[in-house]
């Protein structure tokens, strides 16, 4: 095997060339037939800047992206029908599936030939990935793998040393949430693995969330015990050395999935961009940008304070994604290779902000801020509904 190895690595270039010529010919069962090798190494034969996975898809990328967020829970149960319906009589065209979710767990069932297979990270809602790809790409829509990375109860509790401690405990939120910790390559592999995974099921996307450290970081970065793994000795300050952390995860992450011919996308703060970085959970919104092909800033109205001048930002729905969108252009525009902006919108009320702070919104707000982001040169959206019950009769491309 090592002699196999040492002639591919020599030759890794030039396998993949010829296999280009014959495209019935997969680069592995090309080196195969042409070199008698009785196997060849996925993952060295991926070195090869020439190689590209096929998962058997086709998915053409639409004039812009107009998404739902979709959980694993509907993607894999009786509701997938209804979402599915939804897009087929809009102008939506995408979906954002959970394939990593907000606990940690994978919302599929592994393989055999899975690292994760008979692993205890699991809630297999969707019992069969493929054939709802399959679906997805017979009705022309385009499919875009959520993961979730650093907020990850399940790894913390299974692996307390990938995560924050607060005496001989797992440290959690004050929702009862844990958080993996961003300086360990570890923790990086195991989402960049799941991505993967995802890539070769056929998503065209790999879209990563929560790459932070968790919120107000800043005031607790001295009393939590962590690793900081390869930032130890590292002469940034703790601001600096997070974002670093962060940037390093998104610019690995992309690398490390080159060879699946996936984007990458990231969901990030919006009020990131109005900053030089968010100090505590480590989010450079110029650094992340550099590093993917999409950016998605979470710009839900009912999540801002007081900004941009505008008192209760849940009542302005057009106005606050106006503005954010003014802003974000400016730093978009200082970049030499900008990425795709497709930010998140708010298609649900907030109660919580109490009477006489928020709208319930409907039709007319859910136009609002797509109008906001197209006068502003914005064409591509998501959708963000907790339960993804999505508001009909909008007019979903202004």
Do not use: C
Request: hydrophobic share 40%; net charge negative.
């Amino acid at each position: 095997m090592k002699f196999i190895s040492s002639l591919l690595l020599a030759g890794a270039i030039a396998i993949p060339q010829v296999a280009q010529a014959e495209e019935s010919v997969s680069t592995i069962e090309f080196a195969e037939r042409t070199y008698g090798f009785e196997m060849i190494e996925e993952q060295l034969v991926a070195s090869s800047k020439l190689y590209r996975y096929d998962s058997g898809l086709t998915f053409d990328y639409p004039d812009a992206v107009r998404g739902i967020y979709v959980t694993g829970h509907s993607a894999g149960g009786a509701r997938f029908e209804r979402l599915l319906k939804l897009l087929n009589t809009t102008d939506l065209n995408a979906m954002v599936i959970d394939i990593k979710d907000d606990y940690g767990n994978l919302t599929y069932k592994p393989g055999e030939d899975s690292k994760f297979f008979g692993s205890e990270i699991g809630k297999p809602y969707i019992k069969d990935p493929h054939q709802m790809l399959e679906t997805l790409e017979a009705e022309k829509v385009y499919p875009i793998a959520r993961i979730v990375v650093f907020k990850d109860s399940v790894l913390a509790e299974q692996k307390p040393e990938l995560s924050f401690m607060d005496g001989n405990e797992v440290w959690k939120n004050g929702r009862g949430e844990a958080f993996v910790n961003p300086f360990m390559k570890e923790v990086w592999d195991h989402n960049i693995d799941i991505a993967i995974e995802a890539a070769k099921m056929g998503f065209q996307e790999i879209q990563f969330d929560y790459v932070r450290f968790p919120e107000g970081f800043e005031k607790r970065h001295d009393t939590l015990k962590f690793s900081m793994d390869d930032y130890t000795d590292s002469d940034l300050d703790p601001v600096q050395r997070r974002v670093e952390a962060v940037t390093d995860f998104v610019a690995y992450a992309k690398e490390q999935l080159k060879p699946y011919d996936v984007d990458v996308s990231v969901d990030i703060f919006g009020y990131s961009a109005t900053l030089p970085e968010a100090p505590g959970i480590g989010q450079n919104f110029s650094k992340i940008s550099e590093n993917v092909d999409v950016i998605s800033s979470m710009i839900y109205p009912s999540h801002w304070t007081s900004y941009f001048g505008i008192a209760k930002p849940d009542l302005e729905p057009y106005k606050l994604v106006a503005e954010y969108a003014k802003v974000e252009n400016a730093k978009l525009g200082e970049l030499e290779n900008p990425p795709i902006s497709r930010p998140w919108l708010q298609d649900f009320s907030a109660p919580w902000l109490g009477s006489g702070n928020f709208l319930r919104y409907g039709k007319n707000e859910v136009e609002a801020q797509i109008k906001a982001l197209k006068d502003n040169g914005i064409d591509e959206y998501l959708l963000w509904n907790a339960g993804n019950n999505y508001t009909e009769g909008v007019n979903f491309k202004q």
